[in-house]
């Protein structure tokens, strides 16, 4: 077999081109490299990425359908055959929808695969022609999206290999080296030609300290902060008024809001001194290029969305965006205008209702008329992704609920399925890309034959539809179908990106200028076309999970629990390797915190609050900010002592717009225990 090209799924915003070779001997596939003519991959991987092959020919790899034989939960499982098992479903599915309505089936799905295809493509089609309930994907995104929205209009933003450029480089709430690699050699470049490099973050990992500066600013309170800079800005008017004048809007209610929000107001709020402050405002204010990389980390906070848009506002007031690798960057997704409608066909059925995904457990159990009689999982692991776990697991232990998981391992999800269905990874199916760090369109063919009788997502709902009589031609589309409805957009970005042109470059960049500082000139994507800064509605009360929060919350539970990515995990996704498995076993907290409750390093401790109670290895370092411990995200409850994991702490409480989850505004206490009995 010669090299294949093929391009990685992960919900990475690095999107990266993948190389995969092949041993000549056995025909298996051997290696797995970055695409070294790919202008962002630049011919690396990820270490997980790069050991992708191991969970391809993983030995625990679901290769046949599975029928539940014993209790929800339980993991007993028999073979069954792909006909046995689409026919239950569709028998079972057509039973609910003939009895309680078609929104009692939740399709429920996140990205698992970030490809188009196979993450909204078929599956879309399918439930929108059943009229099943629709799903509010607010899991990971959801309030930095209205926030940025709130400030730009359009979202769009400098491009990662416009960073060189940039002089001043601000990582906030953002873990380049851990979740977004591909764009630190674009820094490294920009800190080559002199540029400074900050962090803003409750945690010092390996990104902060390679910083030049580290902030360790108190979860959730950026938006204080980000006042606190504009206030600096205004008063020492470091403020770029041509700029001001032509592209935005409300500049004058700006100045008189943030009066009040002088640094000493801000320091006791974020833990940031004064001087810090006004020193970083002046730096801001004074360097161009000047570059904010936010991540989505400050938004899973309970003021997420206001905290993104404060942010967002920054390089309007000083003209940062005016200078190509100036600006402030969150996402390149919404530079991609795939015919989403074509691909995804919403005008099937008239809408289902809408069911937040971050409220899952409250679905499960609560929601009513109808109630979720049937649920059909795919691209997620929400037993142990969801927050309130237990909530989540009392709802799938329901008996009297349909569940139906897609699938590549037998996860905790799995466990609870009625129907378990084997799917092909990312190197094993067609599919299209955009990425959310970077503006290359990219299409992949499948690289390597599937194993034993998984199929695609996109396959195995046209044999639903099939057998559920759900006629419509736009069920009986092939995938390449979809891909063409996807790329049937009349946008100017996606001129002239075809299928045709995709099989022969892989990855096309999408029709932009180059370069493309994107609002040097506006227009923002505003109603005024201008940046909008309605001062009226920008303000910051501290979560009520916080250290400034309810007071009687926090006497008990006195420290705010992260759950920050781990560098070598992809959310759960390879929460089966033992290496990762014990990584996201660990609880970081500070020597302070430790020594008030005589913990040691390689103690067990357990963290708990009212919700629920987690048992973890203590790390004790100053690495991390006192007040403020973190388990990185997200362990395989099954695998963990006790049975629960990370969300088992996390509430069902959601952002201040978005209706994101509030992962990261959670109050926890933390005692030393001895060691429960491992499961299994
Ligand atoms: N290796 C790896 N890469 C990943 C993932 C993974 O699981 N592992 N997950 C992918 C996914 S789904 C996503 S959404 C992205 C997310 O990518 P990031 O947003 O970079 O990841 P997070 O770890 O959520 O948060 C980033 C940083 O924000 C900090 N932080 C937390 N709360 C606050 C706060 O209130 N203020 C500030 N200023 N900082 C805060 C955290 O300590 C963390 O270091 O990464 C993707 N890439
Ligand atoms: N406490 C805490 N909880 C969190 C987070 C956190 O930081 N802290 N992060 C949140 C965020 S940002 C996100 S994005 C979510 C992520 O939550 P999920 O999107 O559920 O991500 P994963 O846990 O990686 O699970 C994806 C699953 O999809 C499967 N999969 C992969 N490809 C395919 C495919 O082609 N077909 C099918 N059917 N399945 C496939 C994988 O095997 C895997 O089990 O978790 C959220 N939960
Ligand atoms: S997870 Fe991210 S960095 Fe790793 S290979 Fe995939 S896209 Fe690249
Ligand atoms: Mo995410």
Not at 128 to 145: E, K, V
Not at 275 to 289: F, H, M, S, W
Not at 633 to 650: D, E, H, M, Q, Y
Request: contains cysteine.
């Amino acid at each position: 077999m010669p090299t294949q090209h093929s391009v990685c799924a992960l919900d990475c915003p690095d999107c990266c081109s993948l190389l995969l070779e092949f041993d000549p001997a056995t025909q298996r596939a051997s290696k797995l490299r970055g695409n070294p003519d790919h202008p962002v991959t630049q011919g690396f991987l990820c270490a997980k990425v790069a050991k992708y092959l191991d969970r391809s020919y993983h030995p625990d790899r679901l290769l046949h359908p599975l029928r539940r034989t014993g209790p929800k939960g339980s993991g007993q499982f028999q073979r069954v055959s792909w006909g046995e098992a689409i026919a239950e479903t569709a028998e079972k599915l057509l039973a609910v929808r003939d009895q309680f309505g078609p929104e009692a089936i939740l399709p429920y799905s996140y990205a698992g695969t970030m490809g188009l295809i196979q993450g909204s493509g078929m599956d879309r089609r399918f439930f929108h022609a059943l009229g099943a309930s629709r799903l509010d994907r607010t899991i990971c995104s959801s309030a930095g999206t209205v926030g940025m929205t709130e400030a730009t209009g359009d979202r769009f933003a400098p491009a990662p290999e416009d960073f060189i450029h940039a002089k001043l480089i601000i990582a906030w709430g953002a873990n380049i080296l851990g979740t977004n690699v591909h764009l630190w050699p674009f820094i490294v470049e920009a800190r080559r030609n002199g540029a400074r490099f900050y962090v803003i973050d409750p945690r010092k990992d390996r990104t902060g300290k390679l910083a030049d500066r580290h902030y360790a600013i108190h979860p959730g309170s950026d938006t204080a902060l980000a006042l606190a800079l504009m206030h600096v800005l205004i008063a020492e008017n470091l403020v770029d008024h041509d700029y001001i004048s032509r592209q935005t809007l409300g500049y004058d209610d700006l100045v008189r809001k943030t009066a009040e929000w002088t640094p000493q107001r801000a320091a006791a709020l974020t833990g940031i001194s004064a001087e810090d402050i006004v020193q970083l405002a002046r730096e801001y204010g004074t360097i161009q290029p000047a570059v904010i990389r936010v991540n989505y980390g400050v938004q899973r906070s309970e003021r997420g969305a206001m905290a993104v848009r404060a942010i967002g506002l920054l390089p309007a007031l000083t003209g940062a965006w005016k200078h190509q690798g100036g600006g402030v960057q969150l996402s390149t997704s919404n530079a991609f205008r795939f015919n989403l409608a074509a691909l995804e066909r919403p005008d099937l059925a008239p809408p289902g209702r809408l069911v937040n995904m971050s409220l899952l457990g409250q679905a499960l159990t609560e929601l009513d008329h109808p109630p979720v009689k049937a649920m059909v999982v795919y691209n997620s692991n929400p037993a142990a992704i969801a927050p309130d776990q237990t909530a989540v697991r009392q709802g799938l232990a329901r008996e009297d609920l349909f569940t139906v998981v897609l699938e590549q391992f037998q996860n905790d999800t799995a466990d609870f399925a009625d129907i378990v269905l084997p799917v092909t990874t990312f190197l094993e199916h067609s599919d299209l890309y955009r990425a959310y760090g970077h503006y290359y369109v990219q299409l992949a063919r499948p690289a390597m034959p599937a194993p034993g009788e998984c199929l695609p997502n996109t396959e195995i709902f046209r044999r639903l539809a099939a057998k559920m009589g759900l006629d419509h031609p736009a069920l009986r589309d092939s995938d390449d179908a979809l891909i063409r409805a996807a790329l049937d957009s009349s946008h100017p970005h996606m001129q002239g990106i075809t299928l045709e042109r995709l099989e022969r470059e892989h990855s096309i960049r999408l029709n932009l200028p180059d370069p493309f500082p994107p609002y040097a000139e506006g227009p923002f994507g505003t109603p005024s076309g201008k940046c909008e800064f309605h001062a009226e509605t920008l303000d910051y009360t501290p979560p009520v999970e916080s250290r400034l929060g309810d007071a009687e919350l926090r006497a008990k539970y006195p420290l705010e629990l992260l759950s920050a990515k781990n560098p070598d995990s992809m959310n759960s996704t390879f929460g089966n390797r033992s290496a990762v498995d014990a990584q996201t076993a660990l609880v970081t907290l500070h020597t302070v915190d430790a020594k008030a409750r005589g913990i040691f390093s390689g103690d067990t401790v357990t963290l708990f609050n009212d919700r629920g109670a987690l048992e973890a290895t203590a790390m004790v370092n100053e690495d991390i900010a006192p007040g403020v411990i973190n388990v990185p995200a997200v362990r395989w409850p099954k695998l963990s002592p006790g049975g629960t994991a990370l969300n088992v702490l996390t509430s069902q409480r959601l952002t201040d717009k978005g209706g994101g989850p509030a992962l990261y505004s959670c109050l926890v206490q933390i005692k030393k225990s001895t060691p429960l009995p491992a499961v299994d």
